[in-house]
């Protein structure tokens, strides 16, 4: 039987692998520019080639295609990767390399480490052609109807064809992670038999299957065409340059002075020097191109450069949006927030315009937009410098895979693939993660400043977010001794919204773990409440998580699973979706038993932000409230109200965080004072993180980039290590979370990678 991770990565692809494509109608589609002519002719090339041993074919591929005299693909070498060492291991057979960069390589056994961050394409090799995991219909066969993906009645059979699939998947997941992609070609052999496949964020177009032997002119014209082509048309993004000297320092010094800032610290602190690996590699940057509109010029576009290192979100999976973000820095010095992400050409908004949008109706704790704006196919070198206008681009940066699924050849049955345009914002407001608060004194005004900005989006834009979750909240110091205060981000999601507070989409969108119940449970139009109830949600799991439990609450575990992931709290085994929060009313059940060792913490929860998010018939709805829109306004009043009395952020001290059991004490922030000398000792300097120090010595690509996790530290063993991100499940609506139905409602939404992670 399937594990439930492996039979979700095959659900998602079967909506995503369009095939079989006719090899030379595959070739002049994504390498038409670049012509066979020259080529050494492909006769008896591969007449050596048995169907043995994995090795022993690699071993012969390797030989014949570099060839003794003249290569295929010059300019290129393929080499021998490493043997993987388990089910789950992302380490293709042969990997094609740039040729100089094989020549400082050093090979062990004859096999060379797989370098991601420098993969031109990869060979994948099964030794019988039986491990086909795609399936040619036979003449006749009405394509609209078939499948692509091959089915067999052998469950362990079956299992072997899914778990090679997942393993290309994988291979291709980790190259977009350490390179940056718009797309990437990989061959996948098969016994005598092969197919070439190219890969994007929409999904995945395979060829027909083809003989090596008999057919194998296709092949080299395949190589041939692939050293002869630019670098857009082999799948890289145009748009990304390698950082200079001057910029990386520049950036260095932007960098600490902001992280500086956002944790009230000294300069030369440790705080800052620990944080700084987290955005910074020495030798590990780029400069991205952001292209927007030029107002002043119509036609023209704006094109500014910034630099960027260590991408602080990275995407959960090869598919979707693929969102990317980093701390960012120009050439002026300034830092920003980019996020480079794959847009929904429909059904979803552009998030620059929906913020431009909200700024002008008056929207506090929101992003402050700079640039924002979709990416050119090919960029001219004189314009990668950035800080001028050019004209509009005639081409953009959008997957393909989408674009075949009509096609006559396409075997169409639950392909759903859509359109993907290559995306970057750039934004003023530059933070720290919601999970870095300092005890309940800094993490309810955070909140309760969220509370606003839903407040205000909806009372005075007509919108609701739905998509409030911990990842989507951040603290930002806007100046030197000011205190933090949350701001709410991500708002592609946002939808316009009645007098009532209902969405115009019924859509369902929105981070699992913080869903409302009731959307979990039955697809409905989401509503201002449900806004509400997520935040109390994020709230809460800051609470379990990091603040001060009574010693009846020393199982957690079991409290936050219940809660957030549906599993019973007697027995194994997981609910029907949303049902923890439905059980125990929001969790009231927990709430009212006294969860904090910190009265005024209970007294927030039980007292004021419960009342308003159960649903307005129980008993322990506010009673001054009388429908969603009056809860809204008063659940804002009373928190206000409340935190004003409550000075807990310089009185209450009670409330110091928790990580992994034991006690944080944290200090006040302390800020520079005019001709102070007094200086923070390390011992002292504290922060609530539990990500482990890197060292600044490590030398990254240019082109490669790191993927962070972008999720709290849980301090249990087994508990949930990933916040799910949402993703598409019909065409036109992109960002509803899965089709959910009787078997599958209660599996993990975010892709899943086959593949053991770095630490």
């Given at each position: 039987m399937l594990c439930d991770r492996l039979h979700d990565l095959i659900t998602d692809a079967k909506a995503r692998c369009v095939g079989p494509m006719?090899?030379?109608?595959?070739?002049?589609?994504?390498?038409?520019?670049?012509?066979?002519?020259?080529?050494?002719?492909?006769?008896?090339?591969?007449?050596?080639?048995?169907?043995?041993?994995?090795?022993?074919?690699?071993q012969t591929l390797v030989s014949a295609l570099n060839g003794k005299y003249r290569s295929r693909c010059p300019g290129f070498r393929l080499v021998a990767g490493e043997l993987p060492t388990g089910l789950e291991d992302t380490k293709p057979g042969l990997v094609c390399y740039a040729a100089n960069h094989v020549d400082g390589m050093k090979p062990v056994d004859g096999r060379y480490k797989t370098d991601f961050s420098q993969v031109e394409f990869f060979i994948d090799i099964e030794q019988s052609e039986d491990d086909d995991f795609f399936c040619d219909p036979p003449a006749g066969t009405l394509r609209g109807r078939a499948a692509f993906i091959r089915d067999v009645e052998d469950e362990t059979k079956q299992e072997a064809l899914y778990r090679s699939l997942a393993r290309n998947i994988s291979c291709v997941d980790q190259t977009f992670v350490d390179q940056h992609r718009v797309g990437l070609f990989?061959?996948?052999?098969?016994?005598?038999?092969?197919?070439?496949?190219?890969?994007?964020?929409?999904?995945?177009?395979?060829?027909?299957?083809?003989?090596?032997?008999?057919?194998?002119?296709?092949l080299c014209e395949f190589l041939w065409r692939f050293a002869h082509a630019s670098n857009a048309e082999r799948g890289f993004d145009c748009t990304v340059r390698s950082a200079t000297d001057a910029e990386e320092q520049l950036f260095r010094t932007a960098i600490a002075r902001h992280a500086r800032i956002q944790l009230g610290v000294y300069e030369g602190s440790p705080e800052v020097e620990r944080i700084m690996p987290m955005h910074y590699s020495p030798g590990g940057l780029v400069a991205l191109m952001v292209v927007d509109?030029?107002?002043?010029?119509?036609?023209?576009?704006?094109?500014?450069?910034?630099?960027?290192?260590?991408?602080?979100?990275?995407?959960?999976g090869l598919w979707g949006r693929g969102t990317t973000g980093y701390w960012a820095v120009d050439i002026n010095g300034t830092v920003g927030f980019l996020k480079d992400t794959w847009r929904y050409t429909k059904g979803m908004a552009i998030e620059g315009g929906v913020l431009a949008e909200l700024h002008k109706a008056g929207v506090r704790n929101i992003p402050e937009v700079l640039h924002y704006g979709d990416l050119p196919e090919t960029v001219r070198s004189k314009d990668a410098d950035g800080f001028h206008s050019i004209p509009r681009p005639s081409a953009y940066q959008v997957t393909k895979s989408q674009a075949f699924r009509t096609a006559d050849w396409a075997c169409r049955r639950g392909l759903r693939a859509s359109a993907q345009m290559h995306h970057r914002m750039v934004s003023k407001t530059v933070g720290m993660a919601l999970k870095d608060f300092m005890g309940s004194r800094e993490l309810l005004p955070a909140i309760q400043d969220t509370l606003i900005a839903i407040s205000d989006t909806f009372e005075k834009a007509g919108k609701i977010h739905r998509d409030i979750s911990l990842n989507n909240i951040i603290l930002v110091r806007d100046a030197e001794g000011e205190k933090r205060h949350g701001c709410l981000i991500d708002w592609e999601s946002a939808a316009p919204a009645d007098e009532n507070g209902r969405a115009s989409s019924k859509s369902r969108t929105g981070t699992r773990v913080f869903m409302a119940a009731r959307l979990l449970a039955e697809f409905i139009e989401p509503t201002i409440q449900d806004d509400l109830e997520a935040l109390f949600y994020v709230a809460l799991y800051c609470g379990i998580h990091w603040l001060e439990l009574n010693p009846t609450f020393r199982n957690s575990r079991a409290v936050a699973q219940h809660l957030f992931n549906d599993e019973p709290v007697y027995g194994s085994g997981q609910g029907t979706p949303g049902s923890g929060k439905a059980e125990t009313e929001c969790g009231a059940v927990y709430l009212e038993r006294g969860m904090f060792t910190t009265d005024h913490v209970n007294e927030w929860f039980l007292d004021i932000a419960l009342r308003h998010v159960v649903p307005l018939d129980s008993p322990r709805a506010c009673k001054e409230c009388n429908s969603e829109i009056a809860r809204l306004k008063h659940f804002r009043e009373k928190t206000s109200s409340f935190l004003g009395k409550a000075l807990l952020w310089d009185v209450d001290r009670a409330d110091n965080r928790w990580l992994g059991g034991q006690k944080v004490h944290y200090t006040a922030p302390i800020v520079p004072q005019a001709g102070s000398?007094?200086?923070?000792?390390?011992?002292?300097?504290?922060v609530g993180r539990a990500e482990p120090q890197q060292s600044q010595d490590v030398k990254v690509p240019p082109l490669k980039r790191s993927r962070t996790e972008n999720v709290p530290a849980i301090p249990y063993v087994d508990a949930p290590t990933e916040i799910v991100a949402s993703q598409p499940s019909e065409v036109n609506a992109p960002m509803v979370e899965t089709p959910v139905g009787e078997d599958d409602a209660q599996r993990p939404i975010g892709k899943i990678r086959l593949r053991r992670r770095a630490s």
């Open positions: 006719p090899p030379h109608a595959f070739l002049d589609t994504f390498l038409g520019k670049a012509r066979p002519r020259g080529m050494p002719s492909p006769r008896n090339v591969l007449k050596a080639l048995k169907p043995k041993t994995t090795e022993y074919m690699a990989s061959i996948f052999v098969f016994g005598l038999s092969t197919r070439i496949l190219r890969w994007d964020r929409a999904g995945v177009i395979a060829t027909e299957a083809f003989h090596l032997q008999k057919d194998s002119g296709i509109e030029d107002e002043a010029n119509p036609g023209m576009c704006r094109v500014t450069r910034w630099i960027v290192s260590r991408s602080l979100v990275a995407p959960v000398s007094r200086k923070r000792k390390a011992e002292d300097d504290v």
